[in-house]
């Protein structure tokens, strides 16, 4: 039976008749069915917005869950890194002291040797010579006295002044000679006193570098402990360095894979003629497999050299070895890359000579004769250079695969954290929706069955009315009023009803 | 536990050789059919630099034949070169330089033959990428795709081009097809029949400036 069919079933060949009989027919099941359609509609509302928010609510604890590990891994790993750093610090202070401040007791000695020397020399050149006594005075006064002619008299004057003079003379000559003697002694004493300036400013250095030290060690404790202490501000500047480190580290090791796929292409065609340039691995030439294998080994050569040297902890097995095993480790690693990086130059330079053929047959192809260039050996030298370079190069990569790697974990659990909040707060509005979607279905429901939902009220209050009217009837009879009355008057009066 | 490890290993090992295998083979091989009838040899000049371009394009593993189209040409005789190329790149750069200097000594002697036998090139040319087992196989026509065949040959029954590409390179008008030229497009619409209803691709290029279309896969 077709659509068409059933819509004229109860007045065939009149389509527009039947519907309306249909509708009708709808509309009166529709109310009929009103109270358990309601019903329905809202259970089923309410059954999607709850099943909704406990969704919700089992994912926003799976987020407070993991936004509490984040938090711990954070935080223990900013302490790792800060006990790292203090270490590193305080063995600095270490050797500061112990190549520095270890020979300060011989220090002290010449500092003391210095002083005493400087001190005995300021003693005897404080011995100050006595001022020559005042003979132009004396000398002037004889020289004023007369002799009255006495030839005697003006003799002996004459020998005086000259005694006096000379015994001037003498006394000043003795002063000077005393002086120059002093000034002498104040003269070694400058050497000396330069010596200790320079001891002393060394020293001074020394403690200041020392203080600048115990600053940035204060600075660090004073992390650690907010660390310790688990603090939003702690968190938060741990989280940023975190995102800081990642994006950094991601885009150094961006272009380290640049520097892997430079290596590889200078690699690639020789190896071709190492191991064939037909056969192949899956989708790739067996020659790209071999190229890539040999990178991708000196750089796994290259990150245990790192590890060994202790630039890096990425692997905790080789930290933890035995220094002098770690050491062999480290030479065994060195000389593999450095014999990796001579195949690898010797390879770039067989490649040049591929080149070199191939350009030679294309030309001779092309119909082409031309020469040589002059300065190729310029790219040979280049080429083979670069291969001897690079996987030394490709080494640092392990510096920033670790801050990468570690980084990694906090930013990949801030989208984990990001991402589940998100979708909570999705069904959260996916529950709300299938709610409101409850409402206005019930709403469409009474709009579409509003006629015989009016005539319906339409009767209830009538019905009202006319309940009200019989109710005012029976009141208003005299009857009843007189019983009012006399309730009224019990209600006053209670001792008359008794 | 060890035993876990052992179970683990191996499953590791088994998946990845079974990874590595390739069932299909990435080598090409490439049959150019040289028509050597009539007046066409004045085009051979043409189909010199399309070898030689082709011997610049190769790679190691590859494989490549040229052999005259003449009265009879499903024959060893008709092949003037052929070759796979070495695994090496230097090695595989030195044959390119004799199989050059095989083509050159060829167009120098060459000889006009009174018939054109396509169909016998044909046959001998899936016959060569056959024993080759390349993965893309080619086989590329110069010609005017203007069959002559001798009295007595038989050439009128279905030819195999099973995922063969066949490219018609500088198919040339003739002067009777200047008069009508429903006789040069019958003429391609019946190998172009020929090759795709027995599972082959067709394609004509007769701009030999677009050479670099020759290997790729037909549309």
Redesign the interface.
Known sequence: MTFSEIMEIWWPGHAGASAIIWLMIIIITMWLARTPAHRAIKSFSFIIRNAMRMTAHSITSLEKHLEDRNREVLLNNGLEETERYIEREFQRVEDVVTRDLSGYPSLQRELKDQITKIDNDYRESSEVPPMPQNYIEAIDSVSKIKGNGDPMVTRILGEIQTTMKHNSEKEVAEYRRSSKERHSLLKTMMPYWRNLSKTLSSVEKKIVGLEDRSKVIDAQIEKYEQIMAKTNLAERVLSSSAMTQFFTSGLVLLIALLGVYVNFQLIA?PM??MV????????MRASDVAALVLVFFEIVLGLFLMEALQITKLFPVISSLDDKLRKNMMWVAFILLVIFAGIESSLAYMRD??AA??EA??Q????VIVEAPEFRWITTVGQMTMGFILPFALMLIAIPLESFVHAMRTVLGMVGVFLLRALAFAIRQLGSLASSIGHIILNVYDLIIFIPLKIESAFKVKNTESALEEKKETIESPAVKSQAVVNQDEQHNPSVSQ | MIKKIQIAVTVFLLTALS????PKS??TSVMLLLDTSGTYTQELNKAQSII??L??TM????SFAVARIDSGSFSEKDIVAKMTFD????A??TQ??TF?AAINKMVDEVKSSTYTDISGGMLQAIEFLEETGAGNRHILVFSDMKEEIPKGHIRDFPINFKDVTVTALNVTKLRTDNVDPREYMTRIENWRNKVESSGGYWRVLNDLDRVEKILEPVD
């Open positions: 065609l071709s003629e064939g340039g037909s056969s192949r691995l899956g989708p000579l591929l053929d191939r047959l294309t001779s192809l092309a119909g | 990874g590595c295998s390739d990435h080598a030689n371009y011997l610049g790679n190691s593993g590859d695994d090496r790149p230097s595989a750069n390119k330089r050059q």
